[in-house]
């Protein structure tokens, strides 16, 4: 399996639009965050999870293959803004997008041409699938099972793809996904910053939680520029828990 973090950084994204502290003028390009969004490759399965205002950004580098899912953890702007610039991929053919109810009827509300009777030629072909948690699905032969987490008091989804957990945005985990999560060899997870947050885990919850899940190897994402710089922060981590930053991939059998 391999994964390719598209985006590391939080809502505003990093550097921040009007910033000048020493992370937003870092010139380190671990300091440059995109929203968060990853890819997901496994023996059959091309997998997007979210698709923010980045995402024709993020996918320009990368080679241009299909998409066989795109997976939305929920319907928050900087994990969904960018699903119209799916139209490239729709030239492989309809796209399933999985997400819960509530935010599949969120989508339909914000790109009703999309989901309209007649559609309009280039628009983008989306199959719009609705999942419940704890009941796992397959894409080709690739196993996903959604895990709840809440972000606040918002319900969202986090996510299962054999050896990987993919929760962003959370501040608390239910003990039924820390069940759900055991066996995991690559986890990520989000660690927005340094101080509490009402809605985001920050760094010290966020190490918590990674020790209760014990994964192989923990990588900290959605960061923004209140985290501090990558290569500070990092020093200061266990072995086996690392700052994501935009492109890095993982790669393990």
């Known amino acids: 399996m391999k994964v390719t973090i598209l985006g590391s950084?939080?809502?505003t994204g990093v550097p921040e639009i009007g910033c000048t502290c020493e992370v937003c003028v870092s010139t380190d390009p671990r300091d440059h965050r995109l929203r968060t969004s990853a890819l997901v490759e496994t023996e059959d399965a091309r997998i997007l999870i979210d698709c923010g205002p980045d995402f024709r950004q993020q996918m320009l580098p990368l080679p241009?293959?299909?998409l066989d899912a795109v997976l939305l953890?929920?319907?928050h702007y900087d994990h969904v803004g960018g699903v119209d610039d799916?139209?490239?991929f729709c030239r492989f053919g309809e796209i399933p997008v999985y997400a819960e109810k509530v935010t599949a009827d969120r989508l339909r509300t914000r790109l009703p041409y999309c989901f309209a009777e007649h559609r309009y030629p280039g628009v983008p072909a989306i199959l719009l699938r609705s999942i419940e948690i704890g009941e796992p699905f397959e894409i080709n032969t690739t196993q996903v099972i959604p895990l709840r987490a809440m972000h606040g008091k918002l319900p969202?989804?986090?996510?299962?793809?054999?050896e990987m957990g993919y929760v962003t945005d959370v501040s608390s985990l239910p003990e039924e996904t820390f069940l759900q999560l055991q066996g995991v060899k690559?986890?990520?997870?989000n660690a927005l910053r340094l101080a509490p947050h009402d809605t985001h885990q920050n760094l010290e919850e966020a190490l918590k939680t990674a020790g209760r899940i014990g994964a192989e190897q923990t990588w900290f994402i959605h960061m923004s520029h209140q985290m501090g710089l990558h290569a500070v922060r990092e020093k200061e981590l266990p072995e086996h828990?690392?700052?994501a930053y935009d492109g890095l991939e993982i790669?393990?059998?």
Do not use: N
């Not at 969202?156 to 054999?162: A, D, E, N, P, Q």
């Not at 690559?186 to 997870?189: A, N, P």
């Open 9 to 11: 950084g939080t809502s």
């Open 64 to 66: 241009f293959e299909k």
């Open 73 to 75: 953890t929920h319907e």
């Open 86 to 88: 799916l139209r490239p």
């Open 156 to 162: 969202i989804v986090g996510f299962r793809i054999g």
């Open 186 to 189: 690559q986890l990520f997870i």
């Open 241 to 243: 828990i690392h700052l």
């Open 251 to 253: 790669t393990w059998k």
